[in-house]
C-alpha cells in the first residue's frame, strides 16, 4: 500500500503550505493523476522522489515512512518526460546504471538486464545508444530500467507526452501488463484524459496544489458537478 | 551546505589570496625604500601623463576601428549565408586567439613594416604598428562574437523585410541594428580591455616613453629603471582604470558570451551585393592570413638548422610547455570546482548566488597580469630571490587569467547537464566517482579538452609576467623571441617564432582533440 498523508510544500519557504497533498494506491494499481498546468502535478512527483524538500506530512510504502530518505535511498524509480538516457551510453550500460552505478554486476544481474530489455521488445539492440532510437523505443528503455530495479513504486511524469497515439496506447498497455505481473504501484501523471482512461482503474484531480477529486477514472471525468474539473476538460 | 559548494568556495578562498595579498602590497607602497610622498602626486610627471594618455587614446583607436570592420565583416558574412570555405574562414579567424603575440607582431611588421611586402610609411613602429596588431588581433575575435548575433535573427524577419520591401537601409534600421545594439557594449568593453592591458605588442611596436603605455611603463620601471616605486605607482594606476572601466562597461551591459562552434545558417538570404560581400571577406581573410603567411616564409627562409640545433631553444621549449599544461589543469580544475557549485545552485533555484560564484571566478577578467605580477614582485623582492619563484608565479597567474575563459566555455555544458541529469543521477545514486565516470567526463570531455586547449595556448604564448621574472637561465620561447628581437637577430627570431607557433597550435590540437575525444554525441 501507498500513501501520502498531509504531505505539504510551498515553493516560497517563509509562507504557508500553496499545497497540500493527501493520496493513496494499491499494489497493482496505476494511479492516473491529471489536473491543468502549474497545479503541482509535477511537484506532488518531485515531492514523491525527494528532489524537492516537504514541509510536513508523510509519504509510506507498507507502512514504511521514506519522507526523511534521500533521493537515491527511496525504494521507487522515476521516469521522466525526457533525458532518462544517457545519450553517450548504449542501451545495455543505460540499464545496468539501473543496478549498480559502478557498472559491476554479476553474471545473473547481467542476464537480468538482456531480460528486461528481451520484455519490452528491445533484444537486439543493446549496442545502440539512445541518438539511434525513437522516442517510444527510449521510454521502453527507461521502463526496463525500472523494471530491473525491483522498486515497489513507479512515478511516471508524462512518460508519453511526446509520442504519437498509437505509439501512447501500446506504451500504456505495455506498463499495465508490467504493473500487474510485478503487482508494482505506479503514479502516472499525464496531461491526456484519454491516457487516464486508458491506464487507470482510478483517477485523481489534482487543482491548485490539492487532490480535489479522486475517483473511478470514467465516473470522475463525467463528474459535471464539479466546476474546475469542468473547466479543465472544456466539455459541456 | 553540501560538499559541492564548500569545493567551490574553497576556490574563490584561494582565489581572493592569490589577488589579494598581491593587492595589499601593491597599496602598501609607501613602505617600499626609497619612497617619498612627492611619489604619489603622479599627475606632476609628464612622463606618466603621456602614459595615460597614450593608454586610452590606443585602446580608444583599436576599439573603434576593430569594432567598425568587424560590423563589415560579420554582416557580410551572415548574409553571404552557406558558402564554400565558410568554416575554414571562421577557423582563420579563430587563429588570432591561440597565435602568440609577439609571433603576430612580428608577422606584422614582416607585412607592413619599413621592409616588408606592402611597407606602410616610414616605420611601424609607435600608434600605427600597434593599432595594426590589436586591430588583427580583435578584429577577427569581434566577428566571432557577433556573427551570432546575426543567426539568431529569426528567417521571419527577413521573410517579412521581403514582403515589406525593405531597402538594405531600412533592413538595417528596423531589424539589425536594434540586435547588434544589444551586444555590441560587451563586446567594445571586451576589446577595449584587452587593448588597455595589451603588452607585447605595445613593448615590441612601442617607440620609447612617446608610444608607451602603463603595461609597458610598470615592466620599465620594476626591469630597467630598477624603480619599485614608480612601478607600483603605474600599477595602481592601471589598475583603477581597469577597474572604472570594467564597471562603466558593465552597467552598460552584460558580457557577452563567448561563442566557441558557430554553425553555419541553414538558409541564404536574398541579397544583391554579393560582390560587396564578397571582396570585404576576402580583404579581412587576407589581412588575418598575410601576416601568419609572412611569417612562415621567412621561417623557412632562415637559418632553421642552426636555431633548431640550439639546446636553448629546447630548454626553453621546454619550460614553456610545462607553463601552458600546468596552467591548463589548474585552471579547468579550478572551474570546474566552481562551476560544479554554481550550475547545482542554478538549477536549486538560486540563480543569482550562482551568477555570483561564476563572476568572483572571472572577476580576474579586469586585473591585468603585469598589476598582479607587480604585486607579487615587490611582496617577495625583500624576502627571496624572486628570479627562483618565476615558474609557480607565471604559472599561477596564467591559471588566473585562463579561469574566465574556462568558465564562459565550460558553463553552458556543466548547466544543461545538471538541468537535464542531476535528477536522474539521484534517483540512481550515481555520485562521486561513479557519476565523474559514467557521465560528467563523457559528457565535458570536449568544452574540457577545449577550455584546457585555449588557457594552454594562451600561457604559452604569453609574454608578460615571465618578462617581469625571466631570466638568462629561466627563459620561456616567447621571451628568448623578444630577447632575439632585441639583439637585432631577426631571420633566428623568426625561426624560432614559428617554431612557437607551431607549438602552440600543435597542444592546442592535442588537448581539444585528445581531452575531446573524437565521437559527437548525440542527444
Not at chain 1, 46 to 70: K, R, T, V, W
Not at chain 2, 34 to 56: A, P
Not at chain 2, 285 to 295: D, E, G, K, R, Y
Not at chain 2, 342 to 350: H, I, Q
Amino acid at each position: 500500500m501507498f500513501k501520502i498523508e498531509q504531505l505539504s510544500f510551498s515553493y516560497h519557504q517563509q509562507q504557508n503550505a500553496e499545497m497540500l497533498f493527501d493520496l493513496d494506491a494499491k499494489p497493482g494499481e496505476i494511479l492516473s493523476i491529471i489536473g491543468p498546468s502549474g497545479c503541482g502535478k509535477s511537484t506532488l512527483l518531485n515531492l514523491i522522489a525527494g528532489f524537492l524538500p516537504a514541509q510536513s506530512g508523510h509519504i509510506s510504502i507498507d507502512n514504511e515512512f521514506i519522507e526523511n530518505l534521500s533521493p537515491a535511498q527511496r525504494p521507487l524509480t522515476m521516469v521522466f518526460q525526457q533525458h532518462n538516457l544517457f545519450p553517450h551510453l548504449d542501451l545495455y550500460t543505460n540499464v545496468a546504471l539501473g543496478i549498480n552505478p559502478s557498472l559491476k554486476l554479476s553474471e545473473e544481474q547481467k542476464n537480468e538486464v538482456s531480460d528486461a530489455l528481451k520484455k519490452l521488445g528491445l533484444s537486439g539492440l543493446e549496442k545502440r545508444k539512445p541518438g539511434q532510437l525513437s522516442g517510444g523505443q527510449r521510454q521502453r528503455v527507461a521502463l526496463a530500467r525500472a523494471l530491473v530495479r525491483h522498486h515497489k513504486v513507479l512515478l511516471l511524469d508524462e512518460p508519453f507526452a511526446a509520442l504519437g497515439p498509437a505509439l501512447r496506447q501500446e506504451l500504456i498497455e505495455l506498463l499495465k501488463s508490467l504493473v500487474q505481473q510485478k503487482s508494482m504501484i505506479a503514479l502516472l501523471v499525464s496531461h491526456q484524459p484519454d491516457d487516464a482512461l486508458q491506464a487507470s482503474g482510478r483517477t485523481a484531480f489534482i487543482h491548485q496544489g490539492r487532490v480535489c477529486a479522486i475517483d473511478e477514472t470514467a465516473k470522475l471525468l463525467n463528474n459535471t458537478d464539479n466546476k474546475d474539473i469542468r473547466s479543465y476538460l472544456g466539455s459541456l | 551546505m553540501n560538499r559541492q559548494s564548500t569545493s567551490a568556495y574553497w576556490v574563490l578562498a584561494l582565489l581572493s589570496l592569490a589577488v589579494l595579498i598581491p593587492m595589499a602590497s601593491l597599496l602598501a607602497v609607501g613602505r617600499l625604500p626609497g619612497f617619498e610622498s612627492s611619489d604619489l602626486q603622479f599627475w606632476h610627471s609628464s612622463y606618466i601623463r603621456r602614459v595615460l594618455f597614450f593608454s586610452f587614446w590606443q585602446a580608444f583607436l583599436s576599439t573603434i576601428i576593430s569594432l567598425g570592420l568587424a560590423l563589415l565583416v560579420a554582416r557580410s558574412i551572415a548574409f553571404r549565408g552557406n558558402f564554400l570555405l565558410r568554416n575554414l574562414l571562421l577557423k582563420l579567424f579563430g587563429l588570432p586567439i591561440v597565435v602568440p603575440s609577439i609571433v603576430a607582431v612580428m608577422g606584422v611588421v614582416s607585412v607592413y613594416g619599413a621592409e616588408g611586402w606592402i611597407p606602410l610609411g616610414r616605420s611601424l613602429y609607435g600608434l600605427n604598428g600597434i593599432l595594426i596588431a590589436h586591430v588583427f588581433f580583435n578584429l577577427p575575435l569581434a566577428v566571432r562574437l557577433l556573427l551570432p548575433v546575426w543567426q539568431s535573427l529569426p528567417d521571419h524577419y527577413w521573410q517579412l523585410a521581403d514582403q515589406l520591401r525593405f531597402t538594405p537601409w531600412q533592413r538595417w534600421v528596423h531589424i539589425e541594428w536594434p540586435a547588434i545594439r544589444e551586444s555590441l557594449p560587451g563586446v567594445a568593453l571586451l576589446v577595449f580591455m584587452l587593448c588597455l592591458t595589451s603588452f607585447a605588442v605595445v613593448l615590441t611596436l612601442g617607440g620609447g616613453p612617446k608610444s608607451s603605455t602603463l603595461e609597458v611603463a610598470i615592466y620599465q620601471s620594476l626591469r630597467f629603471d630598477f624603480d619599485p616605486t614608480q612601478a607600483v605607482i603605474l600599477a595602481l594606476l592601471q589598475l583603477s582604470l581597469c577597474l572604472v572601466v570594467a564597471f562603466l562597461g558593465l552597467s552598460l551591459q552584460k558580457l557577452p558570451e563567448v561563442e566557441i562552434n558557430i554553425s553555419a545558417t541553414s538558409y541564404a538570404r536574398h541579397t544583391k551585393n554579393l560582390l560587396l560581400h564578397n571582396t570585404v571577406i576576402l580583404l579581412a581573410a587576407i589581412f588575418v592570413a598575410l601576416p601568419l603567411l609572412a611569417m612562415i616564409i621567412d621561417a623557412i627562409r632562415g637559418p632553421v638548422i642552426e636555431v633548431l640545433g640550439n639546446s636553448k631553444l629546447w630548454l626553453a621549449s621546454a619550460y614553456t610547455l610545462m607553463i601552458g599544461l600546468s596552467a591548463a589543469f589548474c585552471s579547468v580544475l579550478a572551474g570546474w570546482l566552481l562551476l560544479r557549485s554554481s550550475s547545482e545552485l542554478a538549477n536549486r533555484g538560486k540563480v543569482n548566488r550562482a551568477k555570483w560564484i561564476e563572476l568572483a571566478g572571472s572577476v580576474v577578467y579586469v586585473l591585468p597580469p603585469l598589476v598582479l605580477g607587480t604585486g607579487y614582485f615587490v611582496l617577495l623582492a625583500p624576502h627571496v630571490d624572486v628570479f627562483d619563484w618565476v615558474f609557480p608565479i607565471v604559472i599561477l597567474i596564467n591559471s588566473m587569467m585562463g579561469l574566465p575563459f574556462v568558465i564562459k566555455v565550460l558553463s553552458p555544458a556543466m548547466r544543461k547537464n545538471q538541468m537535464r541529469y542531476q535528477n536522474l543521477c539521484c534517483s540512481l545514486a550515481l555520485r562521486g566517482w561513479h557519476k565523474f565516470r559514467w557521465v560528467d567526463w563523457p559528457l565535458l570531455r570536449r568544452p574540457m579538452g577545449l577550455a584546457a586547449a585555449l588557457v594552454a595556448a594562451m600561457a604559452m604564448g604569453d609574454l608578460g609576467v615571465i618578462a617581469l621574472f625571466g631570466s638568462v637561465d629561466t627563459t620561456t620561447l616567447p621571451l628568448m623571441l623578444y630577447q632575439q628581437l632585441g639583439a637585432y637577430r631577426i631571420p633566428q627570431a623568426a625561426v624560432s617564432a614559428v617554431f612557437l607557433l607551431l607549438m602552440c597550435l600543435i597542444v592546442f590540437w592535442l588537448l581539444e582533440r585528445g581531452l575531446g575525444g573524437k565521437y559527437h554525441v548525440q542527444d
